[in-house]
């Protein structure tokens, strides 16, 4: 059966959060913000974001988009966007710094594998 059921989980698909979106990257563009990885690496990375979410009321669409179970991620998820993190789903497929690492600061935080 070809269409129907949850899509088949991408390799290299993330979502991550990401802390004051507007003004992060605006810092990221100035070279202004301090990240422990190349500042290319964070800007490439949120150029591939396919949805992302800032607010409460889209957070449901979001979160079928991304095919997960909404009482499992939902709490979660509305924290962090009431903290002021914008959710985003993003590729990223290279193996050092591991995705991770790259988010373990401030601004980005790995939230989980779409």
């Known amino acids: 059966m070809f269409g129907f059921g949850k899509a088949k989980k991408q390799e290299n698909q ?3 959060a990401v802390k004051d979106f507007a003004e992060t990257r605006k810092s990221l ?3 202004t913000l301090s990240v422990p990885f190349d500042k290319s690496i964070y800007r490439d990375l949120i150029a591939t974001a396919a949805n992302e979410v800032n607010n409460l009321k889209e957070l ?5 988009l991304q095919n997960k179970n909404k009482g499992e991620v939902k709490h979660y998820w509305e924290g962090l966007i009431v903290q002021g993190y914008t959710l985003m789903d993003v590729h990223y497929d290279k193996k050092t710094p591991a ?3 790259l988010c373990d600061t401030g601004k980005f935080k790995f939230v989980c594998r779409a």
């Open 14 to 16: 993330f979502i991550i």
């Open 99 to 101: 995705i991770e690492r």
């Open 29 to 31: 563009e100035a070279e």
């Open 60 to 64: 449901g669409k979001f979160i079928k």
